[in-house]
């Protein structure tokens, strides 16, 4: 592993719906590293990542790829090295399967059998070779989910920039797509709500609350019954990837 993180983000500012909801938040993703960003509904962790895969600009802050700052690359290549699954990114309707996890190698530069053995792999990765003729859109939300992950896992990346990447998946599939994620050791960047699948395959987390960074750090470390109690008002302790869950903090009502 390289002393140059692969992704460094320093004191990132964003804003939407025209107020700030990303205030400074900094931190490293070593290359090979699995880094998950947490946090109660609202922390801000999806607009950090939109400024990622360029759907948001940030209002001020650095952030770099391979040590070169982003504004260094042209979307082209910045697009090339990395690749994200995003929330409620929805499917065109009229495209097959096969053609949704083939768009991701439109502009990859391989030839069209490697094209092809990766789509393959890819789509038996997922469990979808046999209806990969099938119309994406007519896909339960687990199979476009997954669809969507074998165009990543055919693509690739550089950097995975991953939204709440086990949404809609079934547990056998949380398991397998995101265990060969980590078998690929590629560096990865995704936010979790939960913390045992966080502390199953994360080697750092940071913490969001508020649009701030509250904590960041191995996963047993940072998330104590204190933070778990102080950020997700909940009654919790972490031992090891086994989240005991006691119950909500109590809350005055208003
Ligand atoms: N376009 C927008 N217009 C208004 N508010 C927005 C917009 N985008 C984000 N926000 C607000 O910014 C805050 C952070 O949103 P964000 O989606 O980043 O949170 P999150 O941590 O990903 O939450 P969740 O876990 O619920 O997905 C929220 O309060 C959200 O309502």
Redesign the pocket.
Known sequence: MSSEPLLRIRDLQVE????P??HGVSLDVGEGCFHGLL??????????L?VLYRAARARAGTIALAGRPMRDWTPRDWARATGALV?ESGLLSGLSVRDVVEIGLARSGLPPEACAARIDEALALVGLAERQDQDASTLSGGEQQRTHMAQLLARDPALYIL??PTNHLDLHYQLVLLDEVKRRGRTVLA?F?DLAMAARYCDSVTV?AD?RSVASGAPGATLTPELLRRVYSVEAQLDGALLRLDGPVRRDPR
Do not use: I, S, W
Not at 39 to 48: E, L, Q, R, S
């Open positions: 939407a719906g025209g107020l909801r990303v946090g109660p509904n609202g922390a801000g962790k999806t607009t950090v939109r929330q939204d709440e936010t709500h969001m649009g």
